[in-house]
Each structure stands twice: as structure tokens, then as C-alpha cells.
């Protein structure tokens, strides 16, 4: 495929990269030559304000010639079964918005560089995002209009390529809820109980540190079994910073935490968990990253952000200066959805520097928590959403990344219900 534009930029050609090859497995070429355009005998395009003559032709809005960042006007339409953004009118142009920069909009993340409110943690809302405003966050908006384009191209064959993926993930906030905390920690739990007359959280407590029952987070045999069960192959992303307010992971001294993190390396792929408390901050972040890397003997590559607390584009700025190739952040802690729109990874493109890097980004779409503590939903509620969510994925062949917890599949006090649950899950999202 020859596309002709009237300049190429390094937006365009990030957001060309990904539309022709990323989600269709299309080889293509830019070109600014008229005349080489005009003599060309393959499959080609045009892409600007005007058409050449009648070839393919998708008008431009702009932004993708551009370098700076300000506020954009959406203006979303209704397009077929779905929303459109970037409208054009132009009775030639194949669609009838700019999908390019609508694209390139949303996997860059743009409005989150403009100014928002914020949560409590610093985080950028799904109420704030055109995708929740437009009422299709639990769609992958960015995959459907690639589909419609490959249509109106021909190109539906490369797209047939793409095969649907299930990627199980966990985050590892804290292995234990009673043991190996340390004598401090545990007497002051103790004393807090007291205090409160929690007389059955002390119960629970004893039976758990003398060995009469297990304690409620060590859910890590029933995972390793799921996994030679169903073929799993999962990433972990553990919690390797100093004790908190909003950090409560076990030491990283802890010998018996130690092991744990080498067994669940020999069953799977390990990513760090970036604290609370290291967010921003790059002196934290990399003596997390060593202290993970040392246990593993092996180089920490992944990463998924504490409380999901991202900010852009220094989050990722942070990763990559410490040779971090790969993120899963990319999702919401209180809704469902798709927050950059695609179930389908990318490469971060710095806006800042209007630059694409070498960090890939890994959007997942729904989180244990999310369900049940911000949506307030039942077990079987939980269930029939994410269904839902894994057969829009599977309509546009993207992959379904699930972030859950060991807590979660401990299935204690509120989580009572949830790993028999997550089993469902697996038997219907392989």
C-alpha cells in the first residue's frame, strides 16, 4: 500500500505504523511524490486536505501535521452501530471522519495531557475521557473503525491474520494478610483488634500465624494449578516497596517472601509493581526494580503501577530510563473499558517530545476490584460484565488482559465466591 500525504511527520507515521501494521499486517509505504504516486500500479491512497484525482482518499483534519498540544474540538457523530470523532466533509473521503488522527487521539492518550481534574490519587478519571462522555468505553472503538477502514480498502484479509488472546495477570500487593509481617507489624495489629474488639479478627488471626488455617491471601497453589490446568501462561507484578500508608507489602528481607517471588518466577513471567509511594519518583522506582531484579537474578522488564496511578507522560518516562519495555497501567480503577480505546497493545508515543518510543503499552480492560468495590457488583454480576467485555474483544480478534489479585483468589470474608468464579472466567476465555 502506497499512501500519499502532503508531508510526513513523526505522528503520522507512528499512527500509520500502528493501523497498517499492528491491526492489519499491511506493508506500506509514505510518500510526498506526485508524480511516483501517480505511477504506481499497487493498491494506494491519499491522505490530506484534497484528493489527488479518484483514487482512496481520507481527508485530514490536521492534527496529525501538527506538533503542538492543545485543546481539540471532538465533535463525536453517531457512525453506523458505533460513535465517530474528527468529523470531515468531504463526499470523497472513504469515512466520514478522520480516523487517523481520531486514532492517534486516543492511543497517545492526547486529553490526558491537557489539563483535568484529578482523584484523590492523582489520577486521571474515565469521567473525564470523550470515550465515557460518548458512552463507549466498554467498546474498542480504535479496532472497530481499523475494521471498517480494511473494508472500505480491501484489506480485511491482513485483519483475518489477528487471533483473539486471553492474558491472565496478577498484582501482588501484599502475599500475606497475617503471616511473615514481622513482630512490630503483627503486635500492632493485635493491639489495633483489641482496641476495637475485633474479637473475631483476632480469631481469625491466631488460627492463621499457629497453622490451623490458611491464611487468607495465600491463594498461590490454587494459581499455579489453574495454570497447568488451563495453559496459562501469567504475569505477576509484585509490590517490592518500603511499608506504607498505602504500601503494606511484605519485606522484601522477608526470606519466606523471597521464596515465594523465585518459585512464582519458575512458573511465570514477573513484572514490577511500582509503589505508592515511588510514584514519580525515580530514586524509589529503580531500588524497586533492583531489589525485584536481584531476587529474580534475571532483569525486571514489565511493570504495572501501584493503584494504577499514572501520569503522562512522566510515568512512562520513568520506565523506559530504567529499560522497562513494557507496561500494563493502561485501564481504569473505576470503570470497565477500554481507556486508550484498542485491545491491542502499542508503542507510547511522548507527545511531549513528538516522539514513539520503545515502551509497549498492554491495555487491560477490567479489574477485580472495579467490579466489586467502585461498581458495587455481585459475583454472578461480575461474571456476566466480563463476558460481555471478552466478546467485544473477540469481535475485533484484540487480546483480553484480566488484572486480579491474590486476595481475590484467597476467596476470603468479601471475596467469598471469586475463585470459583475466576475458574468460570478461564473456561470461557481461552
Given at each position: 500500500m502506497l499512501i500519499?500525504v502532503?508531508k510526513n511527520?513523526n505522528?503520522?507515521?507512528?499512527?500509520?505504523d500502528?493501523i497498517?501494521?499492528?491491526?492489519l499486517?499491511?506493508n506500506?509505504?509514505?510518500?510526498t511524490?506526485?508524480?511516483?504516486?501517480?505511477d504506481?500500479?499497487g493498491?494506494?491512497?491519499?491522505?490530506?486536505?484534497?484528493?489527488?484525482?479518484?483514487?482512496?482518499?481520507l481527508?485530514?483534519?490536521?492534527?496529525?501535521?501538527?506538533?503542538?498540544?492543545?485543546?481539540?474540538?471532538i465533535k463525536?457523530?453517531?457512525f453506523?452501530?458505533i460513535?465517530?470523532?474528527?468529523?470531515?466533509?468531504?463526499?470523497?473521503?472513504?469515512l466520514?471522519?478522520?480516523?487517523?488522527?481520531?486514532?492517534f487521539?486516543?492511543?497517545?492518550?492526547?486529553e490526558?495531557?491537557?489539563?483535568?481534574?484529578?482523584?484523590?490519587?492523582?489520577?486521571?478519571?474515565?469521567?473525564?475521557?470523550?470515550?465515557?462522555?460518548m458512552g463507549?468505553?466498554?467498546k474498542?472503538?480504535v479496532?472497530i473503525?481499523?475494521?471498517?477502514?480494511?473494508?472500505?480498502?480491501?484489506?480485511?484479509?491482513g485483519?483475518?491474520?489477528r487471533?483473539?488472546?486471553?492474558?491472565?495477570?496478577y498484582?501482588i500487593?501484599?502475599?500475606?494478610?497475617?503471616?511473615?509481617?514481622?513482630?512490630?507489624r503483627?503486635?500492632?495489629?493485635?493491639?489495633?483488634?483489641?482496641?476495637s474488639g475485633?474479637?473475631?479478627?483476632?480469631?481469625r488471626?491466631n488460627?492463621?500465624?499457629?497453622k490451623?488455617q490458611?491464611?487468607?491471601f495465600?491463594?498461590?497453589?490454587?494459581?499455579?494449578?489453574?495454570?497447568?490446568?488451563?495453559?496459562?501462561?501469567?504475569?505477576?507484578?509484585?509490590?517490592?516497596?518500603d511499608?506504607?500508608?498505602?504500601?503494606?507489602?511484605?519485606?522484601i528481607?522477608?526470606?519466606?517472601?523471597?521464596?515465594?517471588?523465585k518459585?512464582?518466577?519458575?512458573?511465570?513471567?514477573?513484572?514490577?509493581?511500582?509503589?505508592?509511594?515511588?510514584?514519580?519518583n525515580?530514586?524509589?522506582?529503580?531500588?524497586?526494580v533492583?531489589?525485584?531484579s536481584s531476587?529474580?537474578?534475571?532483569?525486571?522488564?514489565?511493570?504495572?503501577?501501584?493503584?494504577?496511578?499514572?501520569?503522562?507522560?512522566r510515568?512512562?518516562?520513568?520506565l523506559?530510563?530504567l529499560?522497562?519495555?513494557?507496561?500494563?497501567t493502561?485501564?481504569?480503577?473505576?470503570q470497565?473499558?477500554f481507556?486508550?480505546g484498542?485491545?491491542?497493545s502499542?508503542?507510547?508515543?511522548?507527545?511531549e517530545?513528538d516522539?514513539?518510543?520503545?515502551?509497549?503499552v498492554?491495555?487491560?480492560?477490567?479489574?477485580d476490584?472495579?467490579?466489586k468495590?467502585?461498581?458495587?457488583?455481585?459475583?454472578?454480576e461480575?461474571?456476566?460484565t466480563?463476558?460481555?467485555?471478552?466478546?467485544?474483544?473477540?469481535?475485533?480478534?484484540?487480546?483480553?488482559?484480566?488484572?486480579?489479585?491474590?486476595?481475590?483468589?484467597?476467596?476470603?470474608?468479601?471475596?467469598?465466591?471469586w475463585?470459583?468464579m475466576?475458574?468460570?472466567?478461564?473456561?470461557?476465555?481461552q
Amino acid at each position: 500500500m502506497l499512501i500519499l500525504v502532503p508531508k510526513n511527520t513523526n505522528r503520522l507515521q507512528y499512527t500509520l505504523d500502528f493501523i497498517f501494521g499492528t491491526l492489519l499486517n499491511v506493508n506500506f509505504k509514505v510518500t510526498t511524490d506526485v508524480a511516483s504516486f501517480r505511477d504506481f500500479e499497487g493498491p494506494k491512497m491519499s491522505y490530506g486536505p484534497n484528493p489527488l484525482w479518484d483514487e482512496p482518499f481520507l481527508k485530514s483534519t490536521g492534527l496529525l501535521f501538527e506538533r503542538d498540544i492543545y485543546e481539540q474540538e471532538i465533535k463525536p457523530f453517531d457512525f453506523q452501530d458505533i460513535k465517530g470523532i474528527f468529523p470531515v466533509y468531504n463526499n470523497r473521503s472513504l469515512l466520514p471522519f478522520d480516523v487517523f488522527s481520531a486514532v492517534f487521539y486516543l492511543i497517545t492518550r492526547y486529553e490526558e495531557y491537557l489539563p483535568q481534574v484529578r482523584d484523590q490519587f492523582g489520577r486521571f478519571t474515565p469521567e473525564s475521557s470523550c470515550l465515557y462522555q460518548m458512552g463507549v468505553l466498554d467498546k474498542p472503538i480504535v479496532d472497530i473503525w481499523v475494521m471498517e477502514l480494511a473494508k472500505r480498502l480491501h484489506l480485511e484479509e491482513g485483519m483475518s491474520k489477528r487471533t483473539y488472546a486471553f492474558q491472565p495477570t496478577y498484582d501482588i500487593d501484599a502475599a500475606w494478610a497475617y503471616l511473615h509481617k514481622g513482630f512490630f507489624r503483627t503486635f500492632g495489629a493485635y493491639a489495633r483488634d483489641l482496641i476495637s474488639g475485633d474479637w473475631e479478627e483476632i480469631g481469625r488471626r491466631n488460627r492463621v500465624i499457629f497453622k490451623h488455617q490458611r491464611d487468607p491471601f495465600d491463594s498461590f497453589d490454587f494459581q499455579f494449578q489453574l495454570q497447568e490446568e488451563f495453559h496459562l501462561k501469567p504475569i505477576y507484578f509484585i509490590h517490592c516497596g518500603d511499608y506504607d500508608t498505602n504500601d503494606k507489602s511484605i519485606s522484601i528481607r522477608q526470606e519466606a517472601f523471597r521464596t515465594l517471588i523465585k518459585r512464582i518466577g519458575d512458573y511465570a513471567d514477573v513484572g514490577i509493581h511500582p509503589s505508592f509511594s515511588s510514584y514519580l519518583n525515580p530514586v524509589r522506582l529503580q531500588k524497586e526494580v533492583e531489589r525485584l531484579s536481584s531476587v529474580l537474578n534475571r532483569e525486571v522488564t514489565k511493570s504495572r503501577q501501584h493503584f494504577l496511578r499514572m501520569t503522562l507522560p512522566r510515568s512512562y518516562q520513568r520506565l523506559i530510563e530504567l529499560d522497562i519495555h513494557d507496561d500494563y497501567t493502561m485501564g481504569y480503577a473505576s470503570q470497565v473499558g477500554f481507556r486508550a480505546g484498542t485491545a491491542s497493545s502499542f508503542l507510547f508515543f511522548d507527545l511531549e517530545s513528538d516522539t514513539p518510543t520503545s515502551l509497549h503499552v498492554h491495555p487491560f480492560a477490567v479489574m477485580d476490584g472495579t467490579l466489586k468495590d467502585y461498581l458495587k457488583l455481585s459475583v454472578s454480576e461480575s461474571y456476566n460484565t466480563i463476558l460481555k467485555v471478552v466478546d467485544e474483544v473477540r469481535k475485533v480478534k484484540g487480546t483480553f488482559i484480566y488484572l486480579t489479585h491474590n486476595e481475590t483468589l484467597g476467596g476470603g470474608k468479601r471475596w467469598a465466591g471469586w475463585p470459583d468464579m475466576y475458574r468460570k472466567i478461564l473456561e470461557n476465555c481461552q
